[in-house]
């Protein structure tokens, strides 16, 4: 019976320890402040998530503008006075006073032809002269005397009138063996050297005046109605990057060429620096119309993805992808058709770096030099 007893208690001690340890709180899921629990395993999976990064960008608010609708067409410089001087006489060149590149002044002699012999024709023509003036003014006392006819008489004026023609012509012949300088300008080509024998109306000399140039552009019938004489127009020359020079039309075809169907259109400009030359490229910008309320952007600003064109704009703090159709284009700015309206705020700057729907933060800085832009303030 004692051996019965000891065995039930063991087993009582057993239950007892195997109760315990179930009661025993876990660490795992503690049975208080579960709420506070969760809330921390909250923030540390919260910060195990990088944080979207926002893109600094500056922006340009959008209103209408006055704004060009320009046409550019490429064009030929030539100077607008382009001459080869010929001989109106001939005979063996006597002096050449000029060599290619000379600045020469208009009435400047240039070249002159041996005269020898005209002058010796002119003196024979004058001795002429004085012979026949005299004789008809002796002619002339006689028949006041009633000694000559009037026949006679009229035959000594006649001779007389004769002989001044001659000495006229004489001396025509003779001043037409020196060249003189049309214009002011510059000589281009000399062709003959002192002592070469040149004939009548063989090219000697030529002269171009180069401080005034003419550009010839060939303008689509659908746009010469928006062009008409003295109208300002600006040019850039090819060789010269960037640079432009004001101008107006000197010229408007009335009549299209037949084989083209555009109109020739002669545009002249100031070149007093002589910076152009003529033969060189160069391109015309006229002014078709003005538009004074247009929707523009920088040209800058203009993205192209895939063929398409985008704009950017800041909306509730992100950044918004436009579509656009883009009308016209003048110097630095596009003309907006459609996907832009006045009041968006445009991204100018940074706008290389963004996406629709990325974080941006707007800087109110002047526009950065590097994207082209102008210095002008953006808004906040």
Not at 85 to 97: C, I, Q, T
Not at 182 to 208: K, L, Q, S
Not at 324 to 335: L, M, N
């Amino acid at each position: 019976m004692d051996r019965m007893f000891i065995i039930a208690a063991l087993c009582l001690v057993a239950i007892s320890l195997t109760a315990g340890c179930s009661e025993a709180p876990s660490h795992a899921q503690p049975a208080q402040h579960n709420g506070q629990a969760v809330q921390a395993n909250t923030t540390l999976a919260a910060a195990a998530v990088p944080a979207a990064r926002s893109v600094n960008v500056q922006v340009e608010p959008v209103a209408p503008r006055p704004f060009k609708d320009m046409l550019v067409l490429p064009g030929q410089t030539a100077a607008l006075q382009d001459v080869k001087l010929a001989m109106d006489a001939e005979g063996r060149v006597e002096w050449v006073g000029v060599e290619k590149g000379d600045l020469v002044r208009q009435g400047q002699e240039l070249l002159r032809l041996d005269t020898a012999l005209l002058a010796a024709q002119l003196a024979k023509a004058k001795a002429e002269l004085a012979h026949k003036q005299d004789l008809a003014t002796r002619r002339q006392a006689l028949f006041s005397q009633a000694v000559l006819s009037q026949e006679e008489k009229d035959k000594a004026l006649t001779e007389l009138a004769v002989a001044r023609a001659e000495v006229a012509e004489a001396e025509t012949s003779l001043s037409r063996t020196v060249i003189h300088a049309p214009f002011t300008g510059r000589i281009n080509d000399v062709a003959v050297d002192p002592g070469e024998y040149v004939v009548r109306g063989e090219p000697v000399i030529e002269m171009v005046n180069v401080s005034t140039i003419r550009i010839t552009v060939n303008v689509p019938e659908l746009d010469v109605r928006h062009l008409q004489v003295g109208q300002a127009v600006t040019a850039t020359i090819d060789a010269h990057g960037t640079d432009r020079w004001e101008g107006v039309v000197d010229f408007v075809a009335y009549k299209a060429d037949a084989a083209t169907k555009t109109f020739e259109v002669r545009v002249v400009v100031d070149n007093a620096d002589g910076r152009i030359r003529p033969g060189m490229a160069a391109r015309v910008a006229f002014v078709r119309r003005d538009i004074p309320d247009a929707i523009t952007a920088p040209l800058f600003a203009v993205v192209d993805r895939g063929g398409e064109r985008l704009l950017y704009v800041v909306e509730d703090g992100v950044a918004r992808a436009r579509h656009i159709t883009i009308g016209h284009i003048f110097q630095d700015r596009v003309q907006v058709l459609d996907g832009l309206k006045a009041g968006d705020m445009l991204i100018v700057t940074g706008h290389k770096d963004v996406e629709d729907g990325i974080p941006v933060a707007v800087q109110n800085l002047p526009l950065a030099a590097k994207d082209g832009g102008s210095a002008d303030v953006v808004a906040q």
